[in-house]
């Protein structure tokens, strides 16, 4: 007999959507996500495959509020937003845009603290140690090979070791950020499909243009439950 040949018809677009919102409705209870539903659900098989997942993390790590609504969801997480972008900002020392500084302080040559040529050439470095461990995250997904997500992963991983100086970036952060990239991956849609959703919690959580936002918020989080675990670490290296 001769083989038979498997046809795959793609769903339509809007069908995802449905089904984003059936696994809502398995979440909420009386409007809100609940928190205690949440827990039982996460120890078990129901958030298996789920795109509600990384919500979920966001909500047990109390990133977001737990037993909020979807439009107190949506207000924070647009909130969150804001203040990444704001955090990069500062975090991005450039002293080609700074215009006029003071040559005896800022200057390429310059040791002096303060000095934006100095943290300008640390920042460089910073940034050179923590791709060479982006390069190396799970060589056996082609995923994380790709550059958009490398790029991501270091804005993430950066930002965090500028804002957290006392300990740094240290290795092994990047495997704890990994699977929050691959999983806003798996869950976040594109533009062309969110245009189809008719409700705002939707359209604005599921974006796929603002999940690095997200990611940051979430290892953020994460990291203050196992700072400790890499501050000891440090100290054994010593």
Not at 115 to 124: D, E, G, I, P, V
Request: hydrophobic share 40%; proline share 5%.
């Amino acid at each position: 007999a001769e083989d038979e040949i498997e046809i795959v018809i793609p769903l339509p677009k809007l069908d995802e959507l449905h089904q984003l919102a059936s696994e809502m409705k398995h979440l909420m209870a009386n409007g809100v996500f609940p928190l205690g539903d949440i827990k039982k659900k996460a120890l078990g098989p129901s958030l298996k495959g789920s795109r509600m997942r990384l919500l979920s993390w966001r909500i047990l790590l109390g990133v977001i509020t737990p037993n909020s609504d979807t439009a107190s969801i949506t207000k924070q997480v647009v909130n969150l937003r804001n203040d990444y972008a704001k955090r990069q900002e500062i975090a991005s020392v450039d002293p080609h845009a700074m215009g006029s500084l003071d040559p005896n302080v800022h200057n390429p040559l310059s040791q002096a603290e303060g000095s934006a040529w100095k943290k300008y050439f640390y920042n460089a470095e910073l940034q050179k140690e923590i791709m060479q461990d982006i390069n190396r995250t799970f060589p056996e997904y082609p995923f994380f090979r790709d550059q958009l997500v490398q790029e991501m992963m270091l804005r993430i991983l950066f930002l965090w070791s500028f804002e957290n100086e006392d300990l740094k970036y240290k290795q092994g952060m990047h495997e704890l950020l990994a699977p929050i990239i691959f999983l806003a991956y798996s869950e976040y849609y594109e533009d062309d499909i969110l245009s189809g959703a008719n409700s705002p919690f939707v359209s604005t959580c599921f974006d796929r243009r603002h999940m690095e936002a997200d990611c940051f918020s979430l290892f953020d989080r994460m990291m203050e439950v196992c700072g400790d675990f890499f501050a000891l670490k440090r100290s054994e290296e010593r």
